[in-house]
């Protein structure tokens, strides 16, 4: 499967909704991949000096990991396929 970047723009976002949005990343992947649709949420990186976080998440397609997002309700600005070179 591929991975996903979900870039997010979220001014004025408090640590404590970020971390209840991830968490609502984090269950509804596994909502998904439980009902059949394959979505696997991996890590977030923020930078709070530009209120913008990056999402990785692996998946079929970009509308896949789309779908989860706006199940979880998390704003996002745009999915595009990236390369996690993680060592």
Not at 5 to 31: C, F, H, K, W, Y
Not at 42 to 54: A, G, L, Q
Not at 62 to 80: G, L, M
Request: overall charge negative; proline content about 7%.
């Amino acid at each position: 499967m591929a991975v996903y970047m979900v870039e997010r723009d979220l001014p004025g976002i408090t640590m404590e909704q970020l971390a209840a949005a991830q968490q609502a990343a984090i269950d509804t992947s596994n909502r998904f991949a439980s009902e059949g649709t394959p979505v696997r949420y991996i890590r977030t990186t923020f930078v709070p000096s530009e209120s913008r976080s990056m999402c990785l998440f692996e998946g079929p397609d970009s509308a896949s990991v789309e779908e989860v997002n706006r199940a979880a309700n998390i704003p996002f600005t745009r999915v595009i396929e990236a390369l996690d070179l993680t060592p």
